[in-house]
């Protein structure tokens, strides 16, 4: 499986602001993504720590997990 991308930056890594609003193509980069850290790769919501690998939806809300954690799901799932 493969990391998921950020989908605050879309995968870039960097937060970019408009010079003049709207849909001005002039950009300028204001630093790393916040929601990322400037990996550009989401992070697991529930260890908070790995990139994320794939998302799981429990109750109508969608989760991104990292492998270990989406072990961790599927053993309490089991049970």
Same mark, same amino acid.
């Given at each position: 499986?493969?990391?998921?991308?950020? $989908?605050? &930056?879309?995968?870039? @890594? =960097?937060?970019?602001?408009?010079?003049?609003?709207?849909?001005?193509?002039? %950009?300028?980069?204001?630093?790393?993504?916040?929601?990322?850290?400037?990996?550009?790769? $989401?992070? &697991?919501?529930?260890? @908070? =720590?790995?990139?994320?690998?794939?998302?799981?939806?429990?109750?109508?809300? %969608?989760?991104?997990?990292?492998?270990?954690?989406?072990?961790?799901?599927?053993?309490?799932?089991?049970?």
């Amino acid at each position: 499986m493969s990391i998921i991308a950020c $989908k605050q &930056c879309g995968g870039d @890594g =960097r937060e970019w602001k408009s010079r003049y609003g709207g849909n001005d193509p002039d %950009v300028w980069d204001v630093g790393p993504c916040l929601a990322c850290a400037g990996s550009g790769n $989401k992070t &697991c919501e529930d260890c @908070g =720590r790995s990139e994320a690998i794939t998302e799981r939806d429990l109750r109508g809300k %969608v989760y991104f997990l990292c492998g270990a954690c989406l072990n961790e799901w599927d053993t309490e799932e089991s049970l």
